[in-house]
């Protein structure tokens, strides 16, 4: 099985900045696509943001474009989205997922994999 574990949320002021981590085990990612995804109460989970393992093609949601920014590192199977000028609607439980495809979308159900989630406040 593939495991991932989220970390870096936590609480900030509107115009923070805030970088989550996403460990992977498991297996190699070389043909994997992984992503960043949010839920906040009440409203349908939706990406934010994803990348392609092998190639580094990255997609944005609109919300978010500017402002977060995915990566990742190879060797250590860790995924990275570095979020800055952070709004009070960016608050959401944000989780990582990952898929056995190179092709990243934006689809909740493409992905087979998933953390447990980490919680991201942005208060005004």
């Known amino acids: 099985q593939v495991q991932l574990v989220e970390s870096g949320g936590g609480l900030v002021q509107a115009g923070g900045s805030l970088r989550l981590s996403c460990v992977a085990s498991?297996?190699?990612?070389?043909?994997?696509?992984m992503g960043w995804f949010r839920q906040a109460p009440g409203k349908v989970r939706e990406f934010v943001a994803g990348?392609?393992?092998?190639?580094?093609?990255?997609l944005y949601a609109d919300s978010v474009k500017g402002r977060f920014t995915i990566s990742r590192t190879n060797a250590k199977n860790t995924m990275y989205l570095q979020m800055n000028s952070l709004k009070p609607e960016d608050t959401a439980v944000y989780y990582c997922?990952?898929?056995?495809?190179?092709?990243?979308?934006?689809?909740?159900?493409?992905?087979?994999?998933w953390g447990q989630g980490t919680q991201v406040t942005v208060s005004s």
């Open positions: 498991g297996r190699t990612f070389s043909n994997y696509a």
């Open positions: 990348i392609s393992w092998s190639s580094g093609r990255t």
């Open positions: 997922a990952a898929r056995r495809n190179n092709i990243v979308v934006v689809t909740t159900t493409a992905y087979e994999y």
